[in-house]
């Protein structure tokens, strides 16, 4: 079974000042997919970012990046020029690839940070 | 594109009742996943239907169940609710061919069920 483990339950960061968000997850799985998915108060689960385990660059979505360390199993995300409206919670997601077996469109979240970002 | 839809947005129930919640998938979406949000246990998956098909169900009890219409929309029904079915519930969908790789989940904005 899959693990996503968020460290941080809460960040917080003046606007337009960078902030990094943990994540780590366990799995034997060579072949998976790694996300981040932002969750504002209105609940609305919004995708920020993913990356395939199999690519080595790292993802990167205007303002959003990060660090994905296939071997120490971390998969951290940089928010740069943080914005008021990047106050929401983070979670972190695990999807298993093409493995032929059944947990395809399950995702397995971490905690979540809660970030508040400063004006 | 409308995104997906779920309804109701709000549903307030009493101990040992049922209820069945909807979930609209974005067009030519055909795999829908459900979640369970609570501020104690986070995000747990329910279950994922594809082509009317339960195809991945997730550690709850029988009380949870869900289906798929050939419309690919998908309802979740929980029956003799208990107060810890309290929670926000939300569907996710996804454009997944057959057993290829699947693509990332776009949500809704949820069911927020509460339990009296």
């Known amino acids: 079974a899959q693990t996503v483990t968020q460290s941080q339950p809460e960040m917080s960061v003046q606007e337009a000042e960078t902030v990094t968000l943990s994540c780590t997850y366990d799995?034997?799985?060579?072949?998976?997919?790694l996300f981040w998915y932002k969750q504002p108060p209105s609940r609305q689960m919004i995708l920020v970012i993913r990356q395939e385990a199999y690519k080595q660059q790292n993802a990167t979505e205007n303002r959003f990046s990060v660090n994905f360390q296939k071997a120490a199993k971390s998969f951290s995300l940089k928010i740069s020029d943080s914005q008021l409206g990047d106050t929401a919670m983070y979670f972190c997601?695990?999807?298993?690839?093409?493995?032929?077996?059944?947990?395809?469109?399950?995702?397995?979240f971490g905690q979540g940070t809660i970030l508040t970002v400063h004006p | 594109k409308a995104g997906v839809t779920q309804t109701p947005r709000y549903l307030i129930k009493t101990r040992g009742q049922q209820v069945t919640l909807s979930c609209s998938p974005i067009?030519?979406?055909?795999?829908v996943s459900w979640y369970q949000q609570t501020p104690g246990q986070g995000l747990q998956f329910l279950f994922e239907y594809f082509s009317e098909t339960q195809r991945n169900k997730g550690n709850f009890p029988g009380r949870f169940s869900g289906r798929q219409f050939s419309n690919s929309r998908s309802e979740m029904n929980v029956s003799t609710l208990e107060l810890g079915d309290s929670a926000l519930y939300l569907c996710a969908s996804s454009h997944r061919i057959a057993y290829s790789m699947n693509t990332e989940a776009f949500f809704g904005q949820g069911t927020r069920l509460t339990v009296v």
């Open positions: 997601a695990f999807m298993r690839g093409n493995a032929g077996g059944t947990s395809y469109g399950k995702l397995t």
């Open positions: 799995t034997s799985e060579n072949n998976y997919y």
């Open positions: 067009s030519g979406h055909r795999s």
